[in-house]
């Protein structure tokens, strides 16, 4: 029984760290090309929206 808990918990965050993946991937080029349109004029803006990501997001493009 417990291990049946196990593997399905363990399913569940492999599918949980897909979907992060898959939102992490989406954000960062966005933010990439946010990054790169807004370079000189609005540097300090895009670090504030920078900054509302979620740590994870932060972390990963750091």
């Known amino acids: 029984m417990s291990?049946?808990?196990k593997c399905a918990v363990r399913g569940c965050q492999d599918s949980v760290l897909v979907w992060?993946?898959?939102?992490i991937?989406?954000?960062?080029?966005?933010l990439m090309k946010?990054?790169?349109?807004?370079q000189l004029q609005h540097h300090h803006n895009s670090w504030e929206k920078f900054?509302?990501?979620p740590p994870h997001?932060?972390?990963i493009l750091m």
């Open 25 to 30: 991937n989406k954000y960062a080029t966005r």
């Open 20 to 23: 992060h993946r898959f939102l």
């Open 3 to 5: 291990r049946y808990r």
């Open 57 to 59: 997001n932060q972390k």
């Open 34 to 38: 946010f990054l790169e349109n807004h």
């Open 51 to 53: 900054a509302q990501l």
